[in-house]
């Protein structure tokens, strides 16, 4: 038994619906995870989970993993329809802060005027967690969440079941101001959560001449995710994290970049992320 991820939303800082997005989609981040036996997660709550949620009925608690707090990756929490029915166990595990609480920094985006009901409204029972330092299991599967190089509180996180691993680091500049292949792997930003995965989704926002313009934004070039996967080993990387202002045929441009840089490798060239997408695990 392994895992499956499905993907409601990929996109990064801003939804971008439109004729230009239709194949990889507008949504921003949210991946659904499962397991045979029934266990779910998910990964982020961007407007993706918008969807998700339309259509989820479970008997048994939801648990929603956030990597940070920016606005594409809670903005969909407010309409997630299993937070609006009474009986439903929701938890919501995300970084720590020594400022305030994760519910307070949550509780920001369901107050007026930003939005017309309080937290505190939601028929739901909610509970937040700080996520722990030490390595903990929901639903049967094994979590690693470790901080990662992004403005802001930001974790990446490592899901482990039966063998098989995935690692999800959507916003993520791994180097900042050094050359990747001049550091030992401890020394690379988010490394021991990828090392060996055999799924890697991670931030590829930019093109190499974008990012010359955009270093220190937490985001990584298509060069700096293909160099992070291949330093850390892994056997299938996902472009994530899609620019806002990137056409469908600008990520087809970071595919093909990306699979030039990977030549010679043995394992699977990368591919791009796109709503509707499912991975399975060995």
């Not at 800082?13 to 266990?39: F, K, M, Q």
């Amino acid at each position: 038994m392994g895992l499956r991820a499905r993907i409601w939303g990929c996109r990064g800082s801003l939804p971008t619906p439109g004729e230009a997005t239709v194949r990889y989609g507008g949504n921003t981040p949210c991946v659904e995870i499962r397991t045979s036996d029934g266990g779910m997660l998910i990964l982020d709550a961007g407007t993706g989970i918008k969807q998700l949620g339309a259509g989820l009925e479970r008997d048994g608690p939801v648990h929603v993993l956030l990597t940070h707090l920016h606005l594409d990756h809670v903005e969909g929490l407010r309409f997630f329809a299993p937070l609006w029915r009474a009986g439903v166990e929701l938890h919501i595990w995300g970084p720590p802060s020594p400022l305030h609480t994760l519910e307070e920094r949550i509780a920001r985006a369901f107050s007026p005027p930003l939005f017309p009901l309080e937290l505190a409204d939601t028929p739901a029972s909610v509970t937040f967690h700080d996520v722990p330092h030490e390595t903990w299991e929901v639903e049967g599967v094994r979590i690693d969440a470790q901080p990662v190089s992004h403005p802001g509180p930001t974790l990446g996180y490592r899901l482990s079941l039966n063998g098989s691993a995935l690692a999800y680091i959507p916003d993520h500049e791994p180097v900042l101001g050094v050359e990747m292949a001049d550091l030992a792997p401890e020394w690379i930003s988010g490394h021991a959560l990828a090392e060996d995965v055999d799924v890697l989704f991670h931030d590829c926002q930019f093109s190499e001449a974008e990012y010359l313009s955009r270093v220190g934004w937490g985001h990584s070039s298509v060069a700096h995710a293909v160099e992070f996967a291949q330093r850390s080993e892994v056997e299938r990387l996902v472009l994530f994290h899609h620019d806002p202002d990137h056409s469908d045929d600008a990520v087809d441009d970071l595919v093909q970049r990306a699979r030039e840089l990977w030549d010679g490798a043995s394992t699977e060239p990368p591919v791009a992320a796109c709503e509707g997408m499912t991975v399975e695990l060995p």
